[in-house]
């Protein structure tokens, strides 16, 4: 099965949340002001978000006015269409010209962060590129360790300190390391969760300020990993990492299990930050680049 059919079929409980509630509110019936506030419920139901689906409903009432949408059929064209503009163009990852690409990656335990690191090492490593992943979440002693099991399966090296040392020190070392060893890629691992007194922000703001000074211009990328499944739980996991040290893209994973698919227009629309990397299954090949156009495609065929 080919990657489009199978984000398809990954996309087939948030089709039936959006696309077939859809169907059946308007099949045999006028398109009327009442169904398209039911249909403002069933967008946000699907976690659009009410930004977004206000402006989505906003647009069919303008549409409905001029007689531009008669059934269900057009019904779903407009939604799709509106949500291939609030989605806009694609993002990918911002390679510099100077080695190596920094990439921060944040996210709270247990939204498939190691994982996503270990195939984004993998998906580079295959590309002929020299990976160096940062076990820079110390204050797990299992991160660490499934870092390293990560790192073998996607021919990386690893860096790493002991159990509880200082998360920022093996950030610096990491990037040192690289320089050294001419790697092209540095991933950096971050803590979801702290077992001490020590505010979890403040302790990603360091990590990012020494990235900083060990290289001027790094990170490159600042990578929130959010759970698909989380729906409005990842909005706010997203606000409140973007606020404390910014960030440039999300890595959302878990989309194939979810009917809360419609997170990544809610993420856009309401925060204005790309979703560039998806995650639809658990192989190692299964984290792709986010394109919009062909997840708005893949959400509407079914």
């Not at 403002?40 to 989505?56: F, H, Q, R, Y």
């Not at 990918?92 to 939204?111: D, H, S």
């Not at 803590?191 to 403040?202: C, D, F, I, P, S």
């Not at 909005?235 to 878990?254: D, H, P, S």
């Amino acid at each position: 099965m080919g990657f489009f059919d199978r984000l398809k079929d990954g996309l087939s409980k948030t089709r039936k949340s959006l696309v077939g509630r859809v169907e059946d509110l308007f099949t045999g019936r006028r398109i009327d002001a009442e169904g398209l506030q039911e249909l403002e419920e069933v967008l946000i139901m699907a976690d659009v978000g009410p930004k977004a689906a206000s402006s989505i409903t906003n647009n069919l009432k303008e549409k409905a006015k001029r007689g531009e949408i008669q059934d269900a059929l057009d019904v779903k064209t407009a939604i799709k269409d509106k949500m291939s503009m609030l989605l806009g163009n694609s993002s990918i990852l911002n390679f510099p010209e100077e080695k190596p690409f920094v990439i921060m990656a944040l996210g709270v335990n247990g939204v498939g962060k190691t994982t996503t690191i270990g195939k984004l090492a993998r998906r580079f490593s295959n590309n002929g590129l020299k990976v160096i992943i940062a076990a820079a979440d110390t204050f797990r002693a299992a991160a660490i360790e499934q870092l390293e099991i990560w790192a073998k399966r996607a021919d990386a090296q690893i860096v790493k300190h002991q159990a509880g040392s200082d998360p920022a020190a093996v950030a610096y070392d990491a990037i040192a390391s690289a320089k050294a060893r001419s790697a092209d890629v540095v991933i950096i691992d971050t803590a979801g969760r702290l077992h001490t007194k020590t505010n979890l922000m403040e302790e990603i703001k360091k990590v990012k300020k020494v990235v900083e000074k060990a290289m001027p211009g790094a990170p490159h990328e600042v990578l929130l990993v959010v759970d698909a499944t989380t729906g409005q739980n990842a909005l706010r996991q997203a606000q409140m990492f973007n606020e404390a040290v910014g960030i440039t893209g999300i890595a959302l994973t878990k989309l194939d299990g979810t009917a809360k698919g419609g997170i990544v227009v809610a993420i856009k629309d309401t925060l204005g930050l790309p979703v560039k990397l998806i995650g639809i299954g658990e192989g190692i090949d299964d984290l792709r680049d986010f394109d919009s156009r062909e997840f708005v495609e893949a959400l509407f065929e079914g």
